[in-house]
């Protein structure tokens, strides 16, 4: 009997996870924008779910971040706000540089996973890939970064950042006219850091961390 249970709740959590994961890849492609109602008995008919596994996939959302509950009304698409973008910007400035400044004394393994994730992301830019394989390959870049600290609770932070971020992105068209400047830019953090320049490529990191946050908010009309 414990063994039946063991599997239900298994089966149960699986479902639950495709149901978010689905949601997440609307809103990142932009089919579900800000403020979109997500109603739990359409999206049940739609998915061939059932409501409390929808219910449950909500509620994964809404801790993320990338939906708000609200009294009376629903569940809804949560609308990217200034403050959260700029909080979120300057967390992320925090730990990229703290990857950067680790460069010299960093293990060839995470230094050879950041060539890896810019190698990526230049050859889905010259593939012309989906925007969201270019979204998630331009900031797994940004983590990447991060994880030159060797530090698997800093790099969980940076993850739970970009899923904030990529909710804001996915509402800029802007932004995929940027990738080969994304691309470019991203090239010659790596160049600085490969001759050592580990000051230039702090400073240049926070050149186009200001850019970005700069960008997003005008594009989002969020100033």
Partial sequence: MGEQFGTLSLELTTTVDRVAQELRRAMFDGELGSG???REVA??????????TVREALSVLVAE????????RGVAVATPDPDSIRDVCRARAVLEEAGVRRWPDAAEELRE??????AG???AV?????????NERHLAFHVSLVGLTGSGRLVHMADALVVELRLALAQVDRIRR???????SHTQLVRLLERGDVDGASAYLARHLADE???????????
């Fill in 121 to 123: 992301y230049a050859a």
């Fill in 36 to 38: 979109t109602a997500l």
């Fill in 65 to 72: 971040g990338l939906a708000v509950r609200e009294p009376n």
């Fill in 126 to 134: 010259r593939a012309t890939a989906s925007y969201q394989e270019l």
């Fill in 113 to 118: 996973r950041v060539r890896a994730s810019l």
């Fill in 213 to 223: 946050e700069t960008s997003l908010l005008d594009a989002l009309d969020l100033r």
């Fill in 178 to 184: 940027n990738a080969h400047d994304q691309a470019d």
């Fill in 43 to 52: 999206l049940a008919d739609s998915l061939g779910v059932s409501r409390p």
